[in-house]
T-cell receptor
Framework: AQKVTQAQTEISVVEKEDVTLDCVYETRDTTYYLFWYKQPPSGELVFLIRRNSFDEQNEISGRYSWNFQKSTSSFNFTITASQVVDSAVYFCALLAGNTPLVFGKGTRLSVIA | DTGVSQNPRHKITKRGQNVTFRCDPISEHNRLYWYRQTLGQGPEFLTYFQNEAQLEKSRLLSDRFSAERPKGSFSTLEIQRTEQGDSAMYLC??????????FGSGTQLSVL
């Protein structure tokens, strides 16, 4: 069975601090995809990144970076120099085999000015 | 690309009533998904369609729930004899095969 664990329920940081959101996944499939979505207060899930299991290169997009480590089954997300607009719930998700996208429970990030 | 559209945004109903939600996916996407999200939880899969065929249904989808996607375009999700436990955000998403899912803003259902 596919499973995603986001151990951090809520995180609060002061603006301009860096913050890392943890994601640990479980799957027996060798081919899979990992995702991060952002859910702002408006409710719509916004796609941030998709990474396949064969590409372990870390990725950076502006203030966002992702660290994929197959050895620890983790796909962590770091926001550098956080801003108030980053306040949202962030979901990690796993797509593997023939099962639909499975989400973690999410991490609520509050960035305080 | 107008994105995934869901209607209504909010629905308040009395227990025992039937409700129907609509989802219009991104036009060229062949897959359409329904998820349910309750407070403090991640979205949970309900069902998905590839074109007009309903390919998978979750155990969460009781026999009071039915989804259709006539002609492989828009989809409807109907809940019959609503219960208070059905109160949740119902999210629709679409994708081109198993590429990234694009989500709508959801329909917030409150059953009184």
């Amino acid at each position: 069975a596919q499973k995603v664990t986001q151990a951090q329920t809520e995180i609060s940081v002061v603006e301009k601090e860096d913050v890392t959101l943890d994601c640990v996944y479980e799957t027996r499939d060798t081919t899979y995809y990992l995702f991060w979505y952002k859910q702002p207060p408006s409710g719509e899930l916004v796609f941030l990144i998709r990474r396949n299991s064969f590409d372990e290169q870390n990725e950076i997009s502006g203030r966002y970076s992702w660290n994929f480590q197959k050895s620890t089954s983790s796909f962590n997300f770091t926001i550098t120099a956080s801003q108030v607009v980053d306040s949202a719930v962030y979901f990690c998700a796993l797509l593997a085999g023939n099962t639909p996208l499975v989400f973690g429970k999410g991490t609520r990030l509050s960035v305080i000015a | 690309d107008t994105g995934v559209s869901q209607n209504p945004r909010h629905k308040i109903t009395k227990r025992g009533q039937n409700v129907t939600f609509r989802c219009d996916p991104i036009s060229e996407h062949n897959r359409l998904y329904w998820y349910r999200q309750t407070l403090g939880q991640g979205p949970e899969f309900l069902t998905y369609f590839q074109n007009e065929a309903q390919l998978e249904k979750s155990r969460l989808l009781s026999d009071r729930f039915s989804a259709e996607r006539p002609k492989g375009s828009f989809s409807t999700l109907e809940i019959q004899r609503t219960e208070q436990g059905d109160s949740a955000m119902y999210l629709c998403a679409s994708s081109l095969f198993s590429e990234k899912l694009f989500f709508g803003s959801g329909t917030q259902l409150s059953v009184l």
